[in-house]
């Protein structure tokens, strides 16, 4: 019997949404582990786009993260569906979560009419100060350029303008999980747990 041909179009794709030092990343990880995602974050993916020698935007990307801007959303969408291509074609199950993306809320309808529809919103909910503990904490080990104050409050600046009208126009559509982030990561993983089982998302 000839396998099922798995695509990105066909994938079930969870957006993971919060502010910078939310802890997408963390629980990303744990979910990972327990319930046989993929992990894909667009921060990470376009950092490495940045460092590529061969690549065409790198300079641009770079400028984009430096200043707190958002990059241009052909360039992260395309970079997310290689992603989603190469995971499939390894063998592996066609379930992401896509943590940082979509940023704004064309990005979020360009990705939905271009690669697959989402099956919800990951709100990771944290009050900014706490959110600003932690990204100064993680900066003094992460050798990230923009873990630093003046960078911070552009990120927050941004998130708050250009992201939580995604996070809003979801929850209309009843497409929206928010999680309370704050106390241990072990606290926030049980709601998260939580809110995979109101999806109908169980681990393997």
Same mark, same amino acid.
Do not use: W
């Given at each position: 019997?000839?396998?099922?041909?798995?695509?990105?179009?066909?994938?079930?794709?969870?957006?993971?949404?919060?502010?910078?030092?939310?802890?997408?990343?963390?629980?990303?990880?744990?979910?990972?582990?327990?319930?046989?995602?993929?992990?894909?974050?667009?921060?990470?993916?376009?950092?490495?786009?940045?460092?590529?020698?061969?690549?065409?935007?790198?300079?641009?990307?770079?400028?984009?993260?430096?200043?707190?801007?958002?990059?241009?959303?052909?360039?992260?969408?395309?970079?997310?569906?290689?992603?989603?291509?190469? /995971?499939?074609?390894?063998? &592996? %199950?066609?379930?992401?979560?896509? !943590?940082?993306?979509?940023?704004?809320? *064309?990005?979020?309808? =360009?990705?939905?009419?271009?690669?697959?529809?989402?099956?919800?919103?990951?709100?990771?909910?944290?009050?900014?100060?706490?959110?600003?503990?932690?990204?100064?904490?993680?900066?003094?080990?992460?050798?990230?350029?923009?873990?630093? /104050?003046?960078?911070?409050? &552009? %990120?927050?600046?941004?998130?708050? !303008?250009?992201?939580?009208?995604?996070? *809003?126009?979801?929850? =209309?559509?009843?497409?929206?999980?928010?999680?309370?982030?704050?106390?241990?990561?072990?606290?926030?993983?049980?709601?998260?747990?939580?809110?995979?089982?109101?999806?109908?998302?169980?681990?393997?």
């Amino acid at each position: 019997m000839a396998p099922t041909q798995a695509s990105p179009s066909t994938s079930i794709v969870i957006f993971v949404l919060g502010g910078p030092g939310s802890g997408k990343g963390t629980q990303c990880a744990t979910l990972v582990k327990h319930y046989g995602f993929t992990h894909l974050s667009a921060g990470d993916l376009l950092r490495e786009e940045q460092d590529n020698p061969d690549s065409k935007r790198g300079d641009e990307i770079k400028d984009c993260i430096k200043n707190g801007q958002i990059v241009p959303m052909e360039v992260t969408i395309a970079l997310l569906e290689a992603a989603m291509h190469k /995971a499939i074609t390894a063998g &592996k %199950r066609p379930l992401f979560l896509i !943590d940082g993306f979509p940023r704004k809320l *064309d990005q979020a309808q =360009k990705f939905e009419e271009t690669v697959c529809k989402s099956r919800f919103t990951l709100f990771m909910d944290c009050p900014e100060d706490v959110m600003q503990e932690r990204l100064l904490d993680r900066g003094k080990t992460s050798g990230r350029s923009d873990d630093n /104050a003046e960078s911070i409050k &552009k %990120r927050f600046k941004t998130f708050e !303008d250009q992201s939580m009208p995604v996070v *809003d126009y979801y929850e =209309k559509e009843d497409r929206v999980e928010k999680v309370s982030a704050t106390g241990s990561k072990e606290h926030i993983y049980e709601k998260v747990k939580q809110a995979m089982d109101r999806r109908a998302v169980h681990p393997e």
